[in-house]
């Protein structure tokens, strides 16, 4: 179907800059051109967020963002901030990311996320994608991943990354991807990711796949701990320290749930330090499964109590005899 122009379908009229469609038509989501169409058509100043956010009916977090955006090219004049709040030089993040990058090509650094970067504009923004067909690859697919254009920030944190950390398109767009799949598909979610994983040591696409693998065993392996033990919350920082030491330490599930039920026929709850110290005891002493518990953990002999068993020195002494022994 052609379209032509039909003046008389005009009426009054309000300019568009050219350098949006030149320059920034490429970069801007459908909320940004919405928002940038509504300013330059009311022409106030001071529009509240809340307001153009109704009037549109987009969420108000994007018209924050699409805001920034604007604010960040040559088509606004954004006012000058009080001393408290200094406003950021915009020349800072194009010298930063190259400076950055040639001290990486000698050794490994540790590495800051795009927050800490400084502000990128919507035009180095531009100017970056022009200048690399894998940027502008990397913009594409993470666009496919995400079922959505790139907003603002998530344009920022993959030039950041790409360009700024030197990190390969296949490194970010793998690690997208199970962000995906956890559902956490964010870009900024990733780039902490990659970040942490980078100042771990974690610097390859092999070393990446294997590092997913490993977060994927572990949450299958925290999931089956979770229904085992009828967790209906996610575990706190504590337990989780204690789950992944099981993990590492490779102690059978089988052990782990028979420590479960030992510990709630003992104390009547899920106590992690108390279950923990039976699958030491039972690690320690090399049993792997629930028929090497009840066959060979047995009472030890001693003198002064005629060959029952001496008690724990502790304040669950009593407690800890009976679900060991099956007291």
């Not at 204690?242 to 590492?248: A, G, L, P």
């Not at 709850?269 to 699958?279: A, D, G, M, P, R």
């Not at 066959?295 to 029952?308: A, C, M």
Request: glycine content about 4%; proline content about 5%; aromatic content about 8%.
């Amino acid at each position: 179907m052609n379209l032509s122009v039909h003046i008389s379908g005009f009426g009054q009229m309000f300019g568009v800059p050219n350098a949006v469609v030149d320059q920034y038509l490429k970069l801007a989501t459908p909320s940004q051109l919405k928002v940038l169409l509504y300013l330059l058509r009311s022409n106030r100043p001071n529009l509240a967020h809340d307001e153009i956010a109704k009037a549109l009916g987009i969420p108000e977090e994007l018209v924050e963002e699409a805001v920034l955006f604007w604010s960040q090219t040559t088509l606004f004049t954004v006012e000058e901030q009080s001393a408290e709040q200094p406003q950021k030089n915009a020349e800072q993040p194009t010298a930063r990311p190259a400076a950055e990058k040639q001290s990486r090509g000698s050794q490994p650094h540790l590495l800051q996320t795009s927050k800490k970067c400084g502000e990128m504009s919507p035009l180095e923004i531009s100017t970056a994608l022009e200048a690399s067909e894998d940027l502008k690859d990397l913009f594409r697919m993470s666009e496919q991943q995400l079922g959505r254009p790139l907003r603002h920030i998530e344009q920022k944190s993959l030039v950041w990354m790409h360009d700024g950390n030197n990190i390969g398109s296949e490194i970010i767009l793998t690690v997208l991807l199970y962000c995906k799949s956890i559902d956490k598909c964010s870009v900024n979610y990733a780039e902490s990711i990659i970040t942490q994983w980078w100042n771990e040591g974690i610097h390859t696409l092999t070393q990446v796949n294997d590092a997913i693998n490993d977060m994927e065993y572990r949450r299958s392996f925290t999931g089956h701990i979770q229904k085992a033990f009828e967790m209906h919350r996610k575990p706190t920082t504590k337990q989780q320290e204690f789950i992944d030491m099981w993990q590492d330490k490779k102690i059978p599930m089988e052990l782990i749930v028979y420590a479960y039920e030992k510990t709630v026929e003992s104390t009547g709850k899920l106590v992690f330090e108390y279950l923990n110290s039976i699958l030491t005891r039972w690690t320690e002493a090399g049993y792997r499964t629930r028929v090497d518990v009840d066959t060979k953990d047995t009472p030890p002999s001693s003198k002064k109590t005629g060959g029952k068993p001496s008690t724990p020195q502790s304040e669950n002494g009593d407690a800890y005899q009976s679900f060991i022994y099956n007291e």
